[in-house]
Every structure is written in C-alpha cells, then in structure tokens.
C-alpha cells in the first residue's frame, strides 16, 4: 500500500497519476475536510481512522492519495475533480462537513461534479447510524459517480467522527459470539459498484465486512 499525501489544494503542479502496481490494486482517494484541522488548529483524525480501517477490510491490494482541505465548496469541488480525472482515482471517501451548519457544503460540492447520484448509500448510512443517536437523521452524506471519457469514480461522504465511520462502513452486529450482521455497513456495496463502472476487482475480509456480488459477477464463478 502506498500513500501521498497533501493539505493544499493550490499545488496542482505536484498532482501526478496514480500507477496501479497490479491490474487490481483499487486507487482510494481520503480527503478530510476541515477548517480547523488544515490550518493545523488540531490534528486531523478522519484520514488516520480511514486508513486504518482499509487496512484492516481490504484483502485486494490499494493505495491512497490524500487531501486536508478547508471547508469551502470551490475547494472541496476541486479536489475531488482533481483526484478522479488527473489522479485517477476508483474510488473516493470524504469526511466532515454534512451536518446542517452554514459552513457544511460537503454534500452540495459532491453533487456539484456528479454525473449519476447513488441515494442508496446515504440513506443507508443515516439508518446504521440512528440505531445510536436520534440526530443522525441531521446527517446529509451523499454519494455520487464522476464520469470521464475514459475513468469513472464513486465518490461518498462519510461521517466525520470515527467512530461513525467505522459504523457505517462495516454496518451492525448483534451481540453474539458469531457477530451476525444485522445491517449492512455500505462498504459491502462498494465491490461491486466498482465492477460496474469499471474498476478493480476489489475484494475484502469477511471477517470485517463481506462484499457483496451476484453470483455471476464472482471471480471464482467467471473461472469455474
């Protein structure tokens, strides 16, 4: 796994393409998104717990390019346009600014660049988390496909705690010893989505979340 990293939006001399070092190493790009933390008030805990996360879900190789970036629209658009079309980026997970403040426009800058939308993944996210905390329905992630001539991407908004991260990623376990998974984290979906438009073969560790694909879609189905 490889990572490069910045916190300013204005070097776009440094932007350089990602080179995949395997047909189906998935190019994730992290962008935390913070006034306080990229002016470096406090430090950013986002990226660290997405990293952490992905090394603990994915079995398929990945690398990942990350931003700091300031809470402003024509920011937050920028870059993620910059990491699908010039990073090249599959897939790209963002954290804070969905709340209902004045100064959260996360989810207005996704939408801005998309050319499909995915409802589903924010309204599964808003329903893990208000299994915990009643505000969550003050949640307003979204998630979105940017399309190019040649690269597409799913972009998501994610929480900005990580605790919550984790949570809707992985999705709800009853207390038993088999930890059943009562509701699907929506990282399950995220496999397949990426088949079909036409990324990686990403595969993750059951143990953590499954990845979900019919049956003809399975790898292991393709060669039997």
Not at 51 to 76: H, Y
């Amino acid at each position: 796994m490889t990572t490069t990293t910045s916190n300013r939006s204005d070097q776009r001399e440094q932007v350089v393409r990602a080179q995949r070092q395997h047909p189906d190493e998935i190019v994730i790009g992290l962008v935390s998104i913070s006034d306080r933390a990229s002016t470096g008030v406090y430090e950013d805990k986002g990226i660290p717990a997405l990293q952490e996360w992905l090394g603990a879900a994915l079995s398929s190789p990945w690398q990942i390019v990350t931003r700091l970036i300031q809470d402003d629209a024509a920011t937050i658009s920028a870059t993620l346009t910059e990491l699908v079309d010039e990073v090249g980026c599959d897939l790209v997970l963002t954290t804070g600014g969905t709340g209902p403040s004045r100064r959260d426009v996360t989810p207005e800058a996704t939408l801005a660049v998309a050319t499909k939308e995915m409802p589903g993944f924010g309204e599964q996210m808003r329903q893990i988390s208000l299994n915990f905390v009643p505000t969550a329905i003050l949640s307003r992630q979204v998630a979105v496909i940017r399309e190019t001539a040649e690269h597409a991407a799913l972009i998501i908004n994610l929480p900005g705690q990580p605790k919550s991260i984790k949570e809707t990623l992985e999705g709800l376990r009853d207390g038993g010893a088999d930890g059943t998974v009562k509701v699907p984290g929506i990282f399950a979906a995220v496999p397949y989505c990426i088949d079909l438009i036409g990324g990686p073969y990403v595969e993750t560790r059951s143990d953590v979340v499954k990845a979900f694909r019919p049956k003809n879609a399975q790898r292991a189905a393709k060669q039997g």
